[in-house]
């Protein structure tokens, strides 16, 4: 992010993120619809423990957000997430705040300041006669001195208000003062179509001034429609590339039967020249992927040397592992032609036993705990208890 790395989209899980399968659908729902990174809430032990669990599953980066408590910031590292968010409204100590920015940095995990206009410091609201542009800033000024102290660096900022004015100068401001990537946002904007509207009106407005690195439009809505927003936002002021073919793959994992990253690319050079409007995965594993990518139209998960191709989350048919990329191209052209449904209902009535009887053997063999969830899970109970 920052350093000429195009524009990314961030939205969040509205989830319980202890509810591992349900997060993860949500993850895969947002990424389908442009979300680069995707930012779920820690609040408690069991949110911790589950991010352990999501986050070697997830197909984007995961960014933890940090209420109140230093304890759930150090667990959410403990869970091996990419990213953290403090507000430096909640999170006041400056001793946890070093705390956490020194285990931050041992870890490689860069901490996102979000100041926001509604949770702003008592003590800067009453100094600057209310949540100014300049009250916004001086908030992150002061959380990145303590960065500072201990030397971490990788930061990115935001100084988020409702009042898309303020929000505007703040902004403005910000990237006066800071070298740091900034992070975009009108918050609280609201339900659609108002709330896209003001999101509309505040990021635009900073991106065509060459100011911003990531966004989140925040939406009283299903945080699909954030993700979309802030894609076709990206594509329209021309920073992102249009998608014709929305290829998603799982990050592979502990479970993948397969090379993943050797497939999706195999995948990726035989679709994409052929501008079928289509989303496809391609899913390391029949243990959960097929699941994990219900939301796409066609998609592929390897399983016991055979490849399991999947519409919509059914299971169609089963081909040998190395014809995987070719069954996934022809099936993709039939959907093209006949649409999902007439696919679905052409599928192979034995292919989802087969698949069943696949991920039994998978999970008998290699037990169900591949990504050492609970080591790291052991490990959040003994530091947040
Ligand atoms: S290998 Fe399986 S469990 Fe792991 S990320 Fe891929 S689909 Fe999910």
Same mark, same amino acid.
């Given at each position: 992010?920052?350093?000429g790395?195009? /524009?990314?989209?961030q939205s969040?899980?509205t989830?319980?993120?202890?509810?591992?399968?349900?997060?993860?659908?949500?993850?895969?729902?947002?990424?389908?619809a442009?979300?680069?990174i995707?930012? *779920?809430?820690?609040n408690?032990?069991?949110?911790?423990e589950?991010?352990?669990?999501?986050?070697?599953?997830?197909?984007?980066?995961?960014?933890a957000?940090?209420?109140?408590?230093?304890e759930?910031?150090?667990a959410?590292?403990?869970?091996?997430?990419?990213?953290?968010r403090?507000?430096?409204?909640n999170?006041?100590k400056?001793?946890?705040i070093?705390?956490?920015?020194?285990?931050?940095?041992?870890?490689?995990?860069?901490?996102?300041?979000?100041?926001n206009?509604?949770?702003?410091?008592?003590?800067?609201?009453?100094?600057f006669?209310?949540?100014?542009?300049?009250? $916004?800033?001086?908030?992150?000024? $002061?959380?990145?001195?303590?960065?500072?102290?201990?030397?971490?660096?990788?930061?990115?900022?935001?100084?988020?208000?409702s009042?898309?004015?303020?929000m505007?100068?703040?902004?403005?401001?910000?990237? @006066?003062?800071? @070298?740091?990537?900034?992070h975009l946002?009108?918050?609280e904007a609201?339900?659609?179509?108002?709330?896209?509207?003001?999101?509309?009106?505040?990021i635009?407005?900073?991106l065509?001034?060459?100011?911003?690195?990531?966004?989140r439009?925040?939406?009283?809505?299903?945080p699909?429609? @954030?993700?979309?927003?802030?894609?076709q936002?990206?594509?329209?002021?021309?920073?992102?590339?249009r998608?014709g073919?929305d290829?998603?793959? *799982?990050p592979? *994992?502990?479970?993948?039967?397969?090379?993943?990253?050797?497939?999706?690319?195999?995948?990726?050079?035989?679709?994409?020249?052929?501008?079928?409007?289509?989303? /496809?995965?391609?899913?390391?594993?029949?243990?959960?992927?097929?699941?994990?990518?219900?939301?796409?139209?066609?998609?592929?998960?390897?399983?016991?040397?055979?490849?399991?191709?999947?519409i919509r989350?059914?299971?169609?048919?089963?081909v040998?592992?190395?014809?995987?990329?070719?069954a996934?191209?022809?099936?993709?052209?039939?959907?093209?032609? @006949?649409?999902?449904?007439?696919?679905?209902?052409?599928?192979?009535?034995?292919?989802?036993a087969?698949a069943?009887e696949?991920r039994?053997?998978?999970?008998d063999?290699?037990?169900?705990?591949?990504?050492?969830?609970?080591?790291?899970v052991?490990?959040i109970?003994?530091?947040?208890?």
């Amino acid at each position: 992010m920052g350093g000429g790395a195009p /524009v990314s989209v961030q939205s969040m899980t509205t989830t319980k993120t202890a509810d591992v399968e349900a997060t993860l659908g949500q993850i895969y729902e947002l990424a389908a619809a442009g979300a680069d990174i995707v930012r *779920c809430t820690c609040n408690e032990g069991a949110a911790a423990e589950g991010l352990a669990q999501i986050v070697p599953r997830s197909p984007v980066p995961i960014v933890a957000d940090i209420h109140f408590h230093v304890e759930m910031a150090l667990a959410a590292l403990e869970a091996g997430v990419h990213g953290l968010r403090l507000n430096p409204g909640n999170l006041r100590k400056p001793e946890e705040i070093k705390l956490v920015a020194r285990e931050a940095k041992d870890r490689g995990v860069p901490i996102r300041i979000g100041v926001n206009a509604g949770s702003l410091h008592p003590e800067i609201y009453e100094r600057f006669g209310g949540a100014t542009p300049e009250a $916004l800033v001086e908030s992150a000024r $002061l959380e990145l001195a303590y960065f500072e102290e201990v030397d971490f660096q990788d930061v990115k900022i935001s100084v988020k208000a409702s009042s898309v004015a303020t929000m505007i100068a703040a902004y403005r401001l910000a990237s @006066e003062t800071f @070298e740091h990537p900034l992070h975009l946002g009108v918050t609280e904007a609201g339900p659609p179509p108002g709330g896209l509207i003001k999101g509309t009106a505040g990021i635009a407005t900073l991106l065509a001034e060459g100011i911003g690195d990531t966004l989140r439009y925040s939406l009283t809505a299903d945080p699909v429609e @954030e993700a979309r927003a802030g894609r076709q936002l990206l594509e329209a002021l021309g920073l992102r590339e249009r998608r014709g073919l929305d290829l998603i793959a *799982c990050p592979s *994992c502990g479970r993948a039967e397969v090379d993943v990253i050797g497939v999706a690319t195999q995948a990726q050079a035989a679709l994409e020249g052929m501008g079928l409007p289509i989303q /496809v995965a391609v899913m390391g594993c029949v243990v959960n992927g097929p699941g994990e990518a219900r939301h796409a139209d066609l998609g592929i998960a390897a399983g016991r040397r055979r490849g399991h191709l999947f519409i919509r989350g059914q299971i169609v048919r089963v081909v040998p592992e190395a014809e995987m990329v070719a069954a996934l191209v022809a099936e993709a052209e039939r959907i093209a032609e @006949e649409g999902v449904e007439a696919r679905l209902a052409a599928r192979d009535l034995s292919a989802e036993a087969e698949a069943a009887e696949d991920r039994a053997a998978l999970l008998d063999s290699r037990g169900a705990d591949v990504n050492h969830v609970a080591e790291r899970v052991s490990e959040i109970r003994r530091r947040t208890t």
